[in-house]
């Protein structure tokens, strides 16, 4: 988790598998508004996992930093 919420993956599986389905973000450039919210970070990690080359744009300037730096550690 980069922020102050988790995301819960078991929460969400079915939405990942919808999303699987639907498109493949693989080296595509993904530009993420509101990024560092809750739902944000969630999807922005998610895609970055799966990826995707992440734009995240959002006001809250840590979370975004964490959001980067955990990307490149990957």
């Known amino acids: 988790s980069t922020g102050r919420y988790s995301c819960r993956?078991?929460?969400t599986t079915k939405i990942i598998r919808c999303m699987n389905e639907l498109f493949s973000?693989?080296?595509k450039v993904v530009v993420m508004t509101g990024g560092t919210g809750v739902l944000g970070q969630c999807i922005s990690q998610y895609l970055?996992?799966?990826g995707a080359k992440m734009v995240v744009i959002?006001?809250?300037k840590d979370v975004g930093d964490?959001?980067?730096n955990a990307a490149k550690g990957r």
Request: aromatic share 0%; net charge positive; charged share 45%.
């Open 9 to 11: 993956r078991s929460e």
């Open 58 to 60: 959002g006001r809250k």
């Open 66 to 68: 964490a959001i980067g």
């Open 48 to 50: 970055a996992e799966q």
């Open 25 to 27: 973000v693989k080296d």
